[in-house]
């Protein structure tokens, strides 16, 4: 496919977006009043020039945090324009920054909506997270003679396959409108270069994801936290999880509660339109158990704390003794597992790690993470670690050394921005 079939796809299919668009502003407020965003309509002023970032979602915004913060403090006469494609992404932005940078969706990638959000803010640079790869923004943001960098890229075996067998010559037309890939290891750039990147397109800079900033403010929070829920109560937090996945999570705290009988679990699922579904099971399995929103603090019958709030999980995380991080016990590929690792916490996920295989890999040769097969091992794991607790501590402080040894991304990238806005 290349990129003019994709766009007459793309209007094929826009009528079915537009009633999607409109469905979901009927159940959410996160979408009511903003489907114009999907379009090039941004409801902001531009009065400085431009660096515009594309953060895509939850993860990808609180990986690009830092390197946001180091701009707007080097930056101070340019406007951050940040955009998401989704409202959970757009919270974390707005949480993160207020009225520091400027946010909207990034429009549909369609040729006249994204050329009238180019035209509106005239970027001096681009900056897009991961692999958030879209021909005609690419195509157009070459066309302006955009500096655009693919920061933090990574490039799963199964995601390059899938690319080179349905989409080659497409993939290869938006690599070469790149100025630059930043690749997370060497084994993502090489996939880049496999899919039609030109090699002196790319660098290796690690991932930004080990630049995670661990405030005093937030160690204060978790502190205070942890005071208040479970000052004397072993904690495990089981951060991101899925459907078919919570429940086995559930089972895996009804059975360590015999051992343990007051281990208390936080459980925060991935998507905040299943925080009822999972408070629900919650009840159906007969829990004890409190919403984080209803501000209560758990009492010592309580069983388990539902994470039903936005953008807690790096403090949730902070008040554990041990992680478990999903979409790994499901064919997900699984969630960053480093930030429970910068906390030094010992970490544990399912088997599908896909989305993350080079840093669960080097983490496993760390012995910070340990990968399980089941729920069955998964509770036999959890529970060896809170029957060993100097296993627990050793796991935890390997893992925070191992993030801190893989620092200094965040520097890189910034030389990157310097230079290409020297020449702007």
Request: a neutral charge; proline letters at 5%.
């Given at each position: 496919?290349?990129?003019?079939?994709?766009?007459?796809?793309?209007?094929?299919?826009?009528p079915?977006?537009?009633?999607?668009?409109?469905?979901?502003?009927?159940?959410?407020?996160?979408?009511?009043?903003?489907?114009?965003?999907?379009?090039?309509?941004?409801?902001?002023?531009?009065?400085?020039?431009?660096?515009?970032?594309?953060?895509?979602?939850?993860?990808?915004?609180?990986?690009?945090t830092?390197?946001?913060?180091?701009?707007?403090?080097?930056?101070?006469?340019?406007?951050?324009?940040?955009?998401?494609?989704?409202?959970?992404?757009?919270?974390?932005?707005?949480?993160?920054?207020?009225?520091?940078?400027?946010?909207c969706?990034?429009?549909?990638?369609?040729?006249?909506?994204?050329?009238?959000?180019?035209?509106?803010?005239?970027?001096?640079?681009?900056i897009?997270?991961?692999?958030?790869?879209?021909?005609?923004?690419?195509?157009?943001?070459?066309?302006?003679?955009?500096?655009?960098?693919?920061?933090?890229?990574?490039?799963s075996?199964?995601?390059?396959?899938?690319?080179?067998s349905?989409?080659?010559?497409?993939?290869?037309?938006?690599?070469?409108?790149?100025?630059q890939?930043?690749a997370?290891?060497?084994?993502?750039?090489?996939?880049?270069?496999?899919?039609?990147?030109?090699?002196?397109?790319?660098?290796?800079?690690?991932?930004?994801?080990?630049?995670?900033?661990i405030?005093?403010?937030?160690?204060?929070?978790?502190t205070?936290?942890?005071?208040?829920?479970?000052p004397?109560?072993?904690v495990?937090?089981?951060?991101?999880?899925?459907?078919?996945?919570?429940?086995?999570?559930?089972?895996?705290?009804?059975?360590?509660?015999?051992?343990?009988?007051?281990?208390l679990?936080?459980?925060?699922?991935?998507?905040?339109?299943?925080?009822?579904?999972?408070?629900?099971?919650?009840?159906?399995?007969?829990?004890?158990?409190?919403?984080?929103?209803?501000?209560?603090?758990?009492?010592?019958?309580?069983?388990?704390?539902?994470g039903?709030?936005?953008?807690?999980?790096?403090?949730?995380?902070?008040?554990?003794?041990?992680?478990f991080?999903?979409?790994?016990?499901?064919?997900?590929g699984?969630h960053?597992?480093l930030?429970?690792?910068?906390?030094?916490?010992?970490?544990?996920?399912?088997?599908?790690?896909?989305?993350?295989?080079d840093?669960?890999?080097?983490?496993?040769?760390?012995?910070?993470?340990?990968?399980?097969?089941?729920?069955?091992?998964?509770?036999?794991h959890?529970?060896?670690?809170?029957?060993?607790?100097?296993?627990?501590?050793?796991?935890?402080?390997?893992?925070q050394?191992?993030?801190?040894?893989?620092?200094?991304?965040?520097?890189?990238?910034?030389?990157?921005?310097?230079?290409?806005?020297?020449?702007?």
């Amino acid at each position: 496919m290349n990129r003019i079939l994709y766009t007459l796809f793309f209007y094929l299919v826009t009528p079915l977006i537009l009633v999607y668009l409109g469905y979901r502003a009927f159940r959410s407020s996160d979408y009511r009043g903003r489907i114009g965003e999907r379009f090039g309509l941004i409801n902001f002023d531009i009065t400085k020039p431009v660096i515009l970032i594309h953060s895509v979602s939850v993860g990808e915004t609180i990986a690009a945090t830092p390197l946001i913060k180091k701009l707007l403090s080097k930056y101070p006469d340019h406007q951050l324009v940040v955009t998401t494609s989704t409202p959970t992404g757009s919270v974390t932005v707005k949480k993160a920054f207020g009225d520091a940078v400027s946010h909207c969706y990034l429009p549909l990638d369609l040729p006249d909506s994204m050329q009238r959000f180019l035209t509106k803010l005239k970027p001096q640079l681009c900056i897009i997270m991961e692999t958030e790869l879209w021909p005609n923004m690419l195509h157009q943001l070459r066309q302006a003679e955009v500096p655009t960098l693919l920061a933090n890229a990574r490039m799963s075996a199964k995601s390059a396959t899938g690319y080179q067998s349905k989409a080659a010559p497409l993939m290869q037309e938006m690599l070469s409108n790149l100025t630059q890939v930043s690749a997370q290891f060497e084994s993502d750039g090489q996939r880049f270069v496999e899919l039609g990147l030109a090699s002196e397109k790319l660098t290796i800079s690690g991932s930004i994801k080990f630049d995670l900033l661990i405030s005093p403010q937030l160690i204060a929070q978790q502190t205070e936290l942890k005071h208040q829920w479970a000052p004397h109560r072993p904690v495990w937090v089981a951060g991101s999880t899925h459907p078919d996945e919570d429940q086995q999570v559930l089972q895996t705290h009804q059975q360590l509660l015999q051992q343990h009988p007051d281990l208390l679990l936080i459980i925060v699922p991935r998507h905040p339109e299943r925080f009822e579904g999972v408070a629900q099971l919650c009840h159906s399995m007969a829990f004890e158990f409190i919403k984080r929103s209803s501000g209560q603090a758990p009492e010592s019958t309580t069983q388990v704390v539902v994470g039903d709030t936005m953008g807690e999980l790096l403090l949730m995380c902070g008040i554990a003794d041990v992680a478990f991080i999903g979409g790994s016990l499901i064919e997900r590929g699984g969630h960053n597992p480093l930030e429970p690792a910068a906390l030094g916490k010992p970490v544990v996920m399912g088997q599908h790690v896909f989305n993350f295989s080079d840093i669960c890999d080097k983490l496993i040769a760390a012995n910070g993470l340990t990968l399980v097969n089941d729920q069955a091992q998964l509770t036999q794991h959890v529970l060896g670690l809170f029957d060993d607790r100097t296993t627990m501590l050793t796991m935890g402080h390997n893992g925070q050394q191992f993030v801190k040894s893989n620092q200094g991304t965040i520097n890189r990238l910034l030389d990157w921005v310097e230079n290409h806005l020297s020449c702007a």
